[in-house]
């Protein structure tokens, strides 16, 4: 079963906004086992979407459309689907009383340009949007199925999983597709793939299909496949990623939607273990990503970000003569801040990080992304030497993904 | 002038990436005069990127491509555009420069995979790619431009910025587009909208058109007019400011590409003072966006973060009495910690957050949302109740956003 996506709007095509419908709208038809073709994304004009449309009927069983439906003289894409299908307008009761529940609820009276919003293409079914006053509308025409919904998300993405999957899903037998991802960090997208290379080629015999996906430090393997059983799917997938962690599984952190911050939490949570940092190049960025996740004062007590040459002996006790005699960005540094945050804010682990963002502060010696990173605990306190490049907000990201890999391997060495 | 973008990737059709790209490059180039016709999202297929860039060759002038241009095998673009222009691949030495310079910064060798990007379609004009191992390619056939880029968002941007723009702008005769960004915080759009209607009335007589663009907390107005003077355009566009600074001046921190901890950090560095802060709720993010700005050390001397009861008195001697009788998300305790920041790392400001981020911890007393922002000085110490919504990553950016506004119109009161 074919998909295509069709999103309208001059929004979109000045760069106003992103189109995120199409991200949720490709993602639950994949779920569902319906392929998406190709997603585009048109003008509030008539003869684009008309084209549009005919382009897409051509390959896709399933048209699926979003925006252009709202009370306004610039939304069209009503009158031009009844242009599309050569029918006229009939008015909706059904449609309408969901209209005045909407206003009703808001506390207003229905005025008589969204009287007009029942007013639908008389071959269509209404799907209720109990969201907003635009209905969503079903059309099944000469064995293809298209489907108009409104462009706000959250209208469109309740009328997807309420109406729109259940009636596919109804009206069709559809293949069962299994994805899982598998998270990588601290190896690069072509060492990972030499490491990989006759794995992946074992995969076709199988069925498997294999994305690389990197962002900054880490990437993401995709692996799909389709058939009509999911268990025996998952197998095959699972058995290939027993073998991959037998080759690459040192540099797998975690699965699917899972975050580095994340894993990291919920080790330190079942080990009832806590942690506390002193940041120096990154500026409070890995506190924040550690407390961007929710429940994570079960496990992280603080940190002191220190920015100044004051503030590292101040609050964290650096010596002042290996501050000066080996640099702020040094091992010595490091490990002192590591060991001494730990100390004061009496925690389990603790990371510590030293090092030139950039674009300034660099010297021959200690050039830009120079970073150094500590991680210390009850027992031991070591550190890594890093160099990235030249990007500052890049290179602070390198370091934080770095140092919550390094204290997550740490952790999992220490319950060996 | 016409374009159009085509996105190749296998990831954007099962919608597990949100194409963010088209909206950069669409905006781009909207702001250079050159109108987009249509984004397209394709697979990693050949067939399907040749036939997007047939449809896409009928109506535009110039075809923007990202996507497919990494080292491994799943990517395809390059070989596919030697077979859509029929030519082969050659090898680029300056394009391996480049690709040697990246792996040298990495301290790397370069592989056999890699070296591999430097081969390229015979007719290319390489753009030379300083964040990344895969050039940009610049096609000139027959009248039409094609640009193929890589997905990654922050190489796309830069050779767009760098390479793109410029060189399209010198190749064609653009019209003059200016655009001038108000930036506002801590007015709504609707408010916003009432207190400036007759004015936004007015601008259409001139031929400025205005948009609304809302984010966190904040509301950007984009004014934008076409011509052939620049000048002219800029005079009757910076007039229209000025009547708009008399009507909302007080919530307008800044213009264009601005940002507000750019802007605190300027006023902060022309007035030789520094700042330190006390996060609570907002884990390190304040800190990290004060950080994010290069050269934030001649300001920004250090944080503590206090995340839990033992810290906060621990580190900031808040009254152990007022935080068992007040809690922590209490006028008294974020204005003492805000004190003793300021104090212990003697800086000129601080600034002090305690809220409940969510979405646990909420009480019918304190619920979700509710945080308190201080601001201390030499002088005093003032704070703020804010109560925001429900989503954890949202409150922790609100909260940013209003401390650092609170901290900007501090700074500017005592400079009157």
């Keep these: 079963m074919i998909a295509e996506i069709i999103t309208i709007g001059d929004e979109l095509l000045i760069g106003q906004v992103v189109d995120t419908n199409s991200a949720f709208i490709a993602s639950r038809l994949n779920d569902a086992g319906i392929h998406v073709h190709q997603i585009t994304s048109v003008s509030d004009k008539r003869e684009h979407i008309i084209e549009a449309l005919r382009n897409a009927a051509q390959k896709a069983d399933i048209i699926l459309m979003t925006g252009g439906l709202g009370p306004t003289n610039d939304d069209i894409t009503k009158l031009t689907l009844c242009e599309y299908f050569n029918v006229g307008l009939r008015f909706d009761a059904e449609a309408y009383k969901d209209v005045e529940y909407v206003f009703k609820i808001r506390g207003r009276e229905v005025t008589e340009v969204n009287r007009r919003q029942a007013d639908l293409p008389e071959n269509c079914t209404a799907l209720p949007n109990k969201n907003g006053t635009a209905p969503g509308m079903w ?104 073998v991959l962690k037998d080759l690459v599984g040192e540099y797998i952190y975690g699965y699917d939607n899972e975050t580095l911050e994340e894993i990291v939490g919920k080790l330190l949570k079942e080990n009832k273990q806590t942690i506390s940092l002193a940041e120096s190049c990154t500026g409070g960025y890995i506190s924040h990503l550690i407390t961007a996740v929710a429940g994570s ?24 003569t290996v501050l000066n005699s080996r640099g702020a960005v040094s091992q010595e540094v490091v490990e002192q801040m590591a060991s001494a945050v730990r100390k004061k804010f009496n925690t389990d682990y603790s990371i510590a990080v030293s090092g030139i963002a950039g674009p300034g502060g660099g010297t021959p010696e200690k050039p830009v992304g120079m970073v150094w990173i500590a991680i210390a605990t009850s027992e031991k306190v070591f550190s890594k030497k890093c160099q990235f490049a030249n990007n500052r907000l890049r290179n602070i990201q390198m370091t934080a993904n770095t140092a919550l890999n390094l204290l997550r391997k740490e952790i999992l060495m220490s319950l060996k």
């Design 139 to 242: 059309f099944d025409v000469d064995g293809k199925i298209y489907i108009s919904m409104p462009g706000v998300p959250y209208e469109m993405k309740a009328l997807m999983e309420d109406e729109v999957i259940p009636k596919l899903q109804k009206q069709f037998t559809l293949p069962v597709i299994v994805h899982k991802n598998v998270l990588t960090v601290g190896i690069g997208e072509s060492m990972l793939a030499e490491k990989i290379a006759d794995w992946e080629n074992s995969l076709a015999q199988v069925g498997i299909k294999l994305a690389y996906l990197p962002s900054i430090g880490m990437v993401r393997l995709r692996l799909s496949t389709r058939g009509a059983d999911r268990s025996i799917l998952e197998k095959t997938v699972q058995d290939k990623i027993n």
């Design 297 to 320: 004062s079960d496990y992280y007590k603080g940190s002191v970000i220190a920015y100044s040459y004051e503030i590292k002996t101040l609050e964290l006790g650096v010596d002042e």
